[in-house]
């Protein structure tokens, strides 16, 4: 016996939930499949429990994609004012963070719930515990179904039809929440361009020998500005048993390229070389890694910073040597390892092609009925409630046409 449905969703998901949401709305009879046990099980542990769903500043300069203008159409019609309407409809109390980011203050089943609600109010099936074996494109009746494609799924719990198809599977990002491939082999299966993915807002791993010496700061926190060639973003970068991470080092990671020298400002909020030319005419006698101190931990002045002349006065000190101090402090260099993977990996970076997708409805332009949306498609946030938000509009935007 086989299921029919006008939509089906592949995935429980962020995307996934909102898309069933809105095109039940429409009156599409819609059945959501999902092969994990729960679901919005990404939403759940996000945000340390608290669900990072949005911020109040999301422009396109936020994502990473080969195609940068792809999201700005999805982003412009589903904004973080549109989700937060629905997150005041049902009174969820939220705060601030810092850079506009917003979080549940109670749980983010909070906003599960409320996807959950919409979902169910909207008429839509969700059956979980159901693997997809097999996806086939088929030609269905003009009247059975007043549409001439179609897709027949397989799964060991029954067989599905529907007319509109949408991969809402995510990436590969922590795979003990379930994560996996599925998305991109299909889009191959019918001839869809894929690029190639990565991990990415996941913590850097270190050389052997950075590893031990940098292992006496476990645990140490400090405001950093961290760049590559080509990004910069000015955050804490917390130091691990395992290397570096924080949120300077998360947003960072997504820039790196593997054997790329990382330069890290370990004083933003100061000029060195001003501050240490004041003291050396205030406090003359003052040892160099005493003034430092005002500004970093001294385990990380002790460990970061011996290759200067700690011990030596501030007067004895010249304005070259000032100088050097100036740049070894403010542009601190490391090279990564690499990173810790998927297996910590808050994101996918990488995934079905844009091109090959309509920005308007995320529909590919290939394969008539076959929607893209969420973490699958390359369109990859910056740390802050941004893949949230990119979830929730590209959901909306696909759940309006299919």
């Not at 970061?304 to 402090?329: C, F, M, N, V």
């Not at 309509?358 to 910056?382: A, N, P």
Request: with cysteine; net charge neutral.
């Amino acid at each position: 016996m086989t299921t029919k449905a006008d939509v089906i969703i592949i995935g429980a998901s962020a995307s996934g939930l909102m898309c069933a949401i809105e095109a039940g709305k429409r009156g599409r009879s819609v059945i959501v499949l999902d092969h994990a046990n729960k679901a919005g099980k990404k939403i759940l542990m996000s945000g340390g429990g608290r669900c990072n769903f949005t911020n109040y500043q999301v422009d396109a300069d936020n994502y990473l994609s080969h195609n940068p203008h792809f999201c700005k159409s999805a982003l412009s019609r589903f904004t973080q004012w549109d989700f937060l309407a629905l997150v005041d409809k049902y009174q969820i109390p939220f705060h601030e963070r810092d850079h506009g980011q917003l979080f549940c203050d109670e749980s983010a089943r909070n906003i599960l719930n409320m996807l959950l609600t919409e979902a169910r109010m909207a008429g839509v099936n969700i059956q979980l515990n159901t693997e997809i074996t097999a996806v086939d494109k088929i030609a269905l009746d003009k009247f059975d179904r007043n549409t001439d494609h179609g897709f027949d799924l397989r799964t060991k719990l029954g067989n599905y039809r529907c007319s509109s198809l949408v991969i809402a599977s995510g990436g590969l990002s922590i795979p003990r929440m379930g994560a996996s491939a599925f998305g991109y082999r299909l889009a191959k299966q019918f001839g869809i361009n894929v690029w190639p993915t990565r991990a990415g807002l996941v913590p850097f791993t270190l050389q052997p020998g950075d590893k031990t010496q940098l292992a006496e700061l476990s645990g140490i926190a400090i405001d950093t500005h961290i760049s590559t060639a080509i990004q910069g973003f000015r955050e804490n970068t917390l130091f691990t048993h395992r290397g570096l991470s924080g949120p300077a080092i998360l947003q960072i990671s997504s820039y790196w390229k593997a054997g790329e020298i990382v330069s890290m400002n370990l004083c933003p909020a100061v000029t060195i070389i001003d501050e240490l030319k004041t003291l050396q005419q205030q406090r003359p006698q003052l040892h160099l890694n005493n003034a430092l101190h005002n500004w970093l931990p001294r385990r990380v002045i002790a460990t970061l910073l011996k290759g200067l002349p700690l011990e030596a006065t501030l007067q004895s000190l010249s304005s070259r040597q000032l100088e050097a101090i100036d740049e070894y402090i403010h542009h601190w260099k490391i090279k990564p390892n690499g990173t810790e993977g998927y297996r910590t990996a808050e994101v996918t970076i990488g995934g079905v092609d844009c091109n090959a997708l309509s920005s308007k409805t995320m529909e590919s332009t290939q394969v008539k009925g076959l929607f893209f949306i969420g973490e699958v498609v390359d369109v990859t946030g910056w740390l802050g409630g941004y893949n949230f938000q990119w979830a929730w509009a590209s959901g909306w935007c696909a759940g309006q046409y299919t």
